[in-house]
């Protein structure tokens, strides 16, 4: 019984920090099926609201805006995602001059008025989600970009500042370590402070 608790504590644990995931590789895109430098990409919101993302030579950017861009990659089904976001909407509406966050829909195919009831609405995430067939393509262009190679797991976010994809820090501990994206929840605590140096180191 003391072994079948560990168990369950053990996984609960494991999903929280490393995520939810699905049984789908990461395959590499192919050049044909890769946006090409200027690209313009609308987005629509679930609420329906625009914004449009500029493919540069090695990712994106905000059109005509020099925001700091977050892309969380993620699930409504997704228990550390649905934690994290009522954190995430404070921290953008605390940061909206300076950054702007996109919530990318990924492994699921549910309607927009699906997202706003049972995701939205339970978790106060009413920063810019956008539910669209696009969507894929852009995640498997992030992972080209980035030379993610195993199989993903969300949330999984990336930072850009001027399309440039930024080294961010680990978010167990908080050390720097190089990798241009975060795996698992994360706080905002982390996410300020890996923001601030990007901001300085300008």
Known sequence: MKNIKFIT?????????????????????????????ADEI?????????????RTENGFKLKDSDK???????GTYCAPCQK???????????????FMLI???HFEDVSDEYVLENFSKKYNAYYFIANSKENSKIVDQILNDINYNRALSIPFKVVLKDGIYQSLSDN???TVVGNKFYLGEVSTNTISQDIDKILNAN
């Open 9 to 37: 504590l053990f996984l609960t644990a494991f999903l929280l920090l490393n995520g939810c995931s699905k049984d789908e590789s990461n395959t590499q895109t192919s050049q044909s099926e890769q946006y090409k430098i």
């Open 42 to 54: 609308e987005l629509t919101s679930i609420i329906g609201t625009k914004a449009t993302l500029i």
């Open 68 to 74: 700091i861009l977050m892309l969380d990659i993620f």
């Open 84 to 98: 994290e976001a009522p954190h995430l909407m404070d921290f953008q509406l605390k940061n909206a001059d300076k």
């Open 103 to 105: 919530g990318l829909i």
């Open 172 to 174: 167990i501990d908080g």
